[in-house]
């Protein structure tokens, strides 16, 4: 069974510009949720998709959006770069909530905004 | 909120030595998962383990939830395993996982 699939690997941006992000939980996950990483802040709760609606919301400004589609596939959206915007965004997917199962996450977007 | 807290931040080990790194959480934690991430970023899911003890290889873990924390153990350590550990809890309802600051190993050959 294939992993968590996210896409790009690697992304750089300049300030003030847009970015998307990609993932593709397992087959048969239908939460989405992603995650992110920088060296001051650690591992950072974003947001968490379960049938194309948002579920949960991490502690973040407006500029950061998502969605998910029905076939569980999830999008990330940035608007407006910042340079502390840098970091690696993770995607996982799980079973749905209440199943009780691990989360499984992709290899990472590494994004580096100048 | 929810607290991870990991123990120690940093470890350097020789090869073939054993470890073990703990995990205290606060009471509004369920469902404690350990992850591995290598140098390259990947973040790999290790055990599952809301309570008790489970086995996979040389590693190892335990959850005792009612006194709120976990252990890592990794015996006989291979340069593979250096990398940074996780721990991470999910608050009783919903996915959202909490996770600690990491523990650092290094495994020299």
């Known amino acids: 069974k294939a992993g968590v699939t996210q896409t790009p690997r690697y992304l750089i941006k300049t300030r003030g510009q847009q970015v998307t992000l990609s993932c593709s939980p397992i087959?048969?996950?239908?939460?989405v949720s992603w995650y992110q990483q920088t060296p001051g802040q650690g591992l950072q709760f974003l947001f968490e998709?379960?049938?194309?609606?948002?579920?949960n919301k991490g502690n973040f400004p407006g500029r950061f959006s998502g969605r998910q589609f029905s076939n569980s596939r999830s999008e990330m959206n940035v608007s407006t770069l910042e340079l502390g915007d840098s970091a690696l965004y993770l995607c996982?997917?799980?079973?749905?909530?209440?199943?009780?199962?691990?989360?499984?996450f992709g290899n990472g977007t590494r994004l580096t905004v100048t | 909120g929810i607290q991870v807290e990991q123990s120690p931040p940093d470890l350097i080990l020789q090869e073939g030595a054993n470890s073990t790194l703990r995990c205290n959480f606060s009471?509004?934690?369920?469902?404690l998962q350990w992850f591995h991430q290598n140098p390259w970023g990947q973040l790999i899911n290790l055990f599952y383990?809301?309570?008790g003890t489970k086995q996979n290889g040389r590693l190892s873990a335990t959850t005792v939830a009612t006194e709120r924390y976990s252990l890592l153990y990794i015996s006989s350590s291979q340069t593979t395993d250096s990398g940074v550990y996780f721990c991470?809890?999910?608050?009783?309802?919903?996915?959202?996982?909490?996770f600690g600051e990491g523990t650092q190993l290094t495994v020299n050959p």
């Open positions: 383990i809301p309570s």
């Open positions: 996982a997917s799980s079973l749905p909530q209440g199943a009780r199962s691990p989360l499984h």
């Open positions: 009471d509004s934690v369920n469902n």
């Open positions: 991470a809890g999910q608050e009783t309802s919903g996915s959202r996982l909490t």
């Open positions: 087959s048969g996950h239908r939460s």
């Open positions: 998709y379960f049938s194309e609606t948002q579920r």
